[in-house]
């Protein structure tokens, strides 16, 4: 199929543990502008927006008549291509902000304890949540908390090297940091956690015969596993749905195997990972589910060096929501995207994969009972 859509611009907001004065609404407007901007295109152009304020936005800033995507995450990248692709819009931007909604850090973030009749009670909390899965994992394969701490580390020294991250030069660290801190849910320790931030982000996805100004980026692949609502029942490892196949504990597996075969890739083909990292454990597993490494061997292929930014997987090089950023719902899932872009572009700065050409960006995870995975490159399929 000739690929009619790609990503043509990509922009991140300032990110900040508190950004004072901003507003969720201002870091938004300066996220599509920024967006276009870098597309090279205006918003006269936009014909198609995705945001969790989408019919507000299209209101306010007299877009309509235009496409209104619906769903989130990476997901969103897929759902607009899409509408691209069937002749729905033109020039759609993907866009999602938080600021002012948590600032009380005395305090676990709201979204982390579910009001739920059947959750709260217990202390079904995310970081517990994912908690079950990982340690299963310990459990069966023998995976070591030493195994978790190196991706923990990992991942934050990328973001101690990333002057644009919440957490920059907050590094180096070395496993023993990680275990160092507080005991959160076992096995995790803070420093396995993701951060919670403010900031904003946004994409733009055009009809490549649009695209003037920038490098087009092109979606290969995408699929989508989901295995129940989020943050609602407490995760099993073996939870199986009605075709008996891909429990929780590998959920991405099958959605992975779409994707690389909508792309005609292999896993050799990828040059860097930008994995979502909720919890230090969901990119060894991720590793396995997406079939890198053997099941019950992702702890030693991480301990191998693998997954560092010199190694031959490269994960989350911008720091990911351990240290880049972790803003509200949306955001810091979309920007799982734009470092993908930003990898391929050759925009990464002194955390650059050299010669990076496809890239495999993820959301979700075991704990939340989905995983979504998009491939993206700098040539169409």
Not at 17 to 42: C, F, K, N, P, Y
Not at 254 to 260: G, K, S
Not at 296 to 312: L, R
């Amino acid at each position: 199929m000739s690929r009619k859509a790609a990503i043509a611009g990509v922009y991140n907001t300032a990110q900040g543990r508190r950004l004072e004065g901003q507003t969720t609404r201002r870091l938004i407007v300066e996220a599509v502008q920024g967006a276009l901007a870098d597309a090279g295109l205006s918003l006269d152009d936009v014909d198609g927006i995705t945001s969790e304020q989408t019919a507000s936005l299209i209101y306010d800033l007299r877009l309509g008549p235009v496409w209104q995507g619906s769903t989130f995450g990476v997901g969103m990248v897929t759902e607009a291509v899409m509408a691209v692709e069937y002749g729905l819009a033109e020039v759609v931007v993907l866009v999602a902000a938080q600021a002012e909604a948590y600032r009380d850090h005395a305090a676990t973030a709201p979204w982390t304890r579910p009001e739920n009749e059947f959750v709260a009670p217990f202390g079904m909390f995310t970081a517990a949540e994912f908690a079950l899965i990982a340690r299963r994992h310990m459990e069966v394969y023998g995976t070591t908390r030493q195994q978790l701490s190196i991706v923990a580390a990992t991942i934050r020294n990328n973001g101690s090297a990333n002057a644009a991250a919440v957490y920059a030069g907050r590094g180096p660290f070395v496993p023993d940091d990680i275990t160092a801190s507080r005991m959160v849910a076992d096995p995790f320790h803070l420093l396995d956690c993701a951060t919670t931030s403010e900031g904003g982000c946004a994409l733009v996805i055009a009809n490549v015969d649009r695209i003037k100004d920038s490098q087009p980026i092109y979606v290969l692949g995408s699929g989508a596993d989901f295995m129940g609502p989020s943050y609602q029942h407490p995760p099993a490892w073996d939870l199986i749905g009605r075709r008996g196949v891909d429990p929780n504990g590998v959920v991405g597996r099958h959605a992975a195997d779409v994707a690389f075969t909508q792309a005609g890739l292999s896993r050799d083909d990828v040059d860097v990972l930008e994995l979502y990292d909720p919890f230090s454990f969901e990119i060894i597993r991720q590793l396995e589910a997406f079939r890198f490494c053997p099941d019950g061997e992702g702890g030693a292929f991480v301990e191998d060096g693998h997954i560092a930014i010199n190694g031959s997987h490269p994960v989350t090089t911008d720091g990911g929501t351990m240290s880049f950023s972790h803003a509200g719902t949306n955001p810091q899932m979309m920007q799982r995207a734009i470092r993908a872009v930003q990898q391929i572009r050759g925009q990464a700065g002194d955390l650059q994969v050299p010669g990076a050409q496809v890239a495999l960006c993820s959301n979700g995870g075991a704990g939340a009972l989905f995983t979504t995975v998009l491939l993206l490159g700098a040539q169409p399929a």
